[in-house]
Each structure stands twice: as C-alpha cells, then as structure tokens.
C-alpha cells in the first residue's frame, strides 16, 4: 500500500513510521513520499537519510484571491502529487495546515491524523497545557480520520497516558509522544489489512485470530530500538513514562 505523509516540522511520527517498516513491523506498506508546505522542516532532512522522495509544495498567498482560493490551489497541487504516485493513504504528520473539503472528499475515510489527547477532549493547540490546565487524570494520543471538522474525525485508536501531579507541558509531552510513535503505526497497518470500516461517525476494528497478538510482538523489536533512541538522548523510558 502506498502512503504519502504530510508534515510540517520535525517529522518524529514519519521517523516511527520508517522504522517500523525497517523493522519488519509495519508490513506491506511502502512510504512513497513526503510532502511539507515548510521548505525548512526537518521532516525533509529525514527523506534524504532514508532515500525516499520528498516535495515542498509552498502555500502561496496571490494577490487579489481571498484565502480560501490560496487553500485550495495549495490542496490542488498536493492532490495533483498524491494522485501522480497513485497514494492510497494520506497521513498528516504534524502537517500545520487545515485541508480543503476538495481535499477530503478526494480522500474520503483515507487520510488519518494523530492528535496528542484523547478526543473530543482538548482538540486544537496547545493541548497539553490545557490538559494540566484541566486538572485532567489522564491524558493520551487519538488517531482518528480527518473530516470537515477539526479534529473531529471517527476515532480509530487511542492510546491513555496517565498525567503526573508534577507535570510540566514538557514532561507530558514527551510521555504522549512515546506512545504517539507506537500507536500511529497500528492503524496504519490496520488500514492496510482493511480492518477498519467506518459507520457514520464510528470505526469498527477487526482484530480476529491472533492479530493483536502477533502485532504487539512484531512491536517489541520497535519498543527496544525505541528505548536505546531516548537513552542515547539521555532520557532513558523507564523515567519518562513512570507513573507516580
């Protein structure tokens, strides 16, 4: 299945997503090319190291065409990308922009997004402060499938993550993240298997035989490569996701 990732910044999802796949997890899936409106953004630096083809499609705003129209000739040259390279899946990673309805539509049930809490609850910015903010028990990370709202897409999966009394936004996030990198990847290879279908606004999973089973153990060769990644930057798991 072909994927084509958008993104914005640093690309840490796209990164989870590449090892995955270089780790025999994520299976049958092939990460075709990454688009970023941010000529600057990381997450193209990440295409070079790992030979996948990368565009930077700018967002131009022409004198005298109100903001809509800029969206939507902005969507058209990405749809026009996704659709060169016959992409399947789109997948926002960390992409800043809201997508035009011509977009969704084009992609209907087929563009998934990852959202740090557990939606409805604190869609949009600056979620992990409101989270703390709202004296909240728990927090967590939701991929869900982007519609006309924001944030508002049928729920796929959602991962909890308990909030610390002594939690800073810093620490909150880096806690969500870790799971954010081990949940992103799941739906994707559900999508790919066709496991997830889509009734009104809810996604039923089909998880028959042994199949989480035998995820969760492909996973666990992700898991450990994911430990050394934060002890070599010094901020070993064990520390980051304890609970108490």
Not at 52 to 79: M, V
Not at 160 to 186: C, G, I, M, W
Not at 207 to 226: C, F, L, P, T, V
């Amino acid at each position: 299945m072909k994927v084509g990732v958008l993104a914005s910044g640093r690309g840490s999802n796209f990164q989870s997503m590449i090892d995955h796949v270089d780790l025999d997890v994520l299976r049958g899936i092939e990460l075709t090319v990454l688009i970023s409106n941010k000529r600057k953004a990381p997450a193209l630096e990440i295409t070079r190291k790992h030979d996948i083809e990368a565009l930077y499609i700018p967002y131009i705003r022409k004198q005298g065409s109100s903001k809509e129209e800029c969206r939507q000739l902005h969507d058209q040259r990405i749809l026009a990308a996704l659709q060169e390279r016959s992409i399947e899946l789109v997948v926002l990673a960390g992409y800043m922009r809201l997508l035009s309805p011509q977009f969704i539509d084009t992609y209907p049930d087929r563009i998934m997004n990852i959202h740090p809490s557990l939606l409805p609850k604190h869609p949009g910015l600056d979620v992990h402060q409101k989270v703390i903010e709202a004296g909240d028990e728990f927090s967590g990370c939701t991929v869900h499938f982007v519609n006309k709202e924001v944030d508002a897409g049928p729920i796929i999966l959602q991962t909890k993550v308990p909030v610390r009394k002594n939690d800073t936004e810093a620490s909150l996030a880096a806690r969500v993240l870790v799971h954010e990198h081990r949940t992103f990847p799941k739906a994707i290879q559900l999508f790919s298997e066709k496991r997830l279908s889509v009734v009104g606004k809810v996604v039923f999973v089909e998880y028959s035989g042994d199949w989480e089973e035998s995820w969760n153990q492909r996973q666990a060769a992700y898991i450990r490569h994911q430990e050394k990644i934060w002890a070599d930057a010094g901020k070993p798991l064990a520390e980051v996701l304890r609970v108490d």
